[in-house]
């Protein structure tokens, strides 16, 4: 499971710090101020989150004395830590999304042009994500992703779709180191009793 690890147990604070101060504050500010700095400020939200991951993860190593790599989903409170925020977000956006459609939409042209390629923009992503998910996990992880979309949020519905595919991943490597050890053992009796003398 080291392959599909954390780096370190730092990234655990990185991951959610950077995305919320490096994406959902420049986000909330275009929304809020609807001016063209705020929207010059929020196109480079990469730059944002890399730096801010990069400053949190170089203070939390040296605080933490821990570079070691980190299996998230062995550890309930790094998960909780780290997908907090993404199910929070993706909560209250499909519930304002809900909303909104019962609202009467008053926006400008330029605006509902730019949310409709932003629709056709996600739709993609979310099409290229569930086949991700079916090819990688199955057909049943896809379903609750498809699921879980409709009543938390495409959001939400990842991280949970993620939590299950690497349960269900680290059950598979658990059961399959087993089935060869087995294999190993019976394949070489000399070596069960290779402790115990011949003679007393």
């Not at 196109?43 to 989150?49: D, I, K, Q, R, S």
């Not at 086949?131 to 996990?137: G, Q, R």
């Not at 949020?153 to 779709?161: E, K, M």
Request: aromatic share 12%; glycine share 4%; hydrophobic share 55%.
């Amino acid at each position: 499971m080291l392959e599909r690890s954390l780096t370190t147990r730092a990234e655990v604070y990185a991951i959610p710090l950077a995305i919320a101060i490096g994406f959902v504050v420049p986000s909330a500010l275009m929304l809020a101020l609807k001016d063209a700095v705020s929207v010059v400020v929020w196109l480079f939200f990469p730059l944002w989150v890399a730096t801010v991951h990069g400053a949190v993860k170089f203070v939390a190593v040296r605080l933490l004395r821990d570079d070691e790599p980190h299996y998230l989903d062995s550890h309930p409170p790094s998960v909780t830590l780290v997908y907090a925020l993404p199910l929070i977000a993706s909560l209250l956006t499909h519930a304002l999304f809900i909303w909104n459609l019962f609202c009467k939409n008053d926006s400008r042209q330029m605006t509902r042009t730019a949310l409709q390629f932003i629709g056709i923009d996600f739709t993609f992503i979310a099409a290229t994500v569930l086949y991700w998910v079916f090819i990688e996990s199955g057909i049943i992880p896809a379903v609750l992703m498809v699921v879980f979309s409709v009543f938390l949020g495409p959001g939400a519905a990842l991280c949970l779709t993620w939590l299950i595919r690497e349960k269900a991943i680290c059950a598979f490597s658990v059961s399959e180191d087993a089935d060869s050890s087995d294999e190993e053992s019976d394949g070489d009796d000399s070596t069960v009793h290779e402790d115990t003398p011949l003679l007393n």
